[in-house]
């Protein structure tokens, strides 16, 4: 059973900090490109962040573009992603997302953790 299992979200205020988790389980982490989407009320859903399966590459859509961190722990099969001086354009449900190397056409999706940035 293939899972993605996103936590860490919840309410900062405008210039503050979070730090995101996925946790994975069903699959060969080590395997698998690790991405963070997200997707705000009424809008389509959005590249964050990149890593590659190695973790020897990342790469950032240009809003969190030096605000935001993607990293990831092959060991304990976890991606994070660390953002800093949010906005509150970057209030939005994150996703984290799982592309194996070998058949990028494959997917997966956990349920998304919310990301209010608010004062």
Do not use: H
């Amino acid at each position: 059973q293939v899972q993605l299992v996103e936590s860490g979200g919840g309410l900062v205020q405008p210039g503050g900090s979070l730090r995101l988790s996925c946790a994975a389980s069903g699959f060969t982490f080590s395997a698998f490109a690790m991405s963070w989407y997200r997707q705000a009320p009424g809008k389509e859903r959005e590249l964050v962040a990149t890593i590659t399966s190695t973790g020897g590459s990342a790469n950032y859509a240009d809003p969190g573009k030096g605000r935001f961190t993607i990293s990831r722990d092959n060991a304990k099969k976890t991606v994070y992603l660390q953002m800093n001086r949010l906005k509150p354009e970057d209030t939005a449900v994150y996703y984290c997302s799982a592309r194996n190397g070998f058949k990028p056409s494959i997917q997966y999706w956990g349920q998304g953790t919310q990301v209010t940035v608010s004062s």
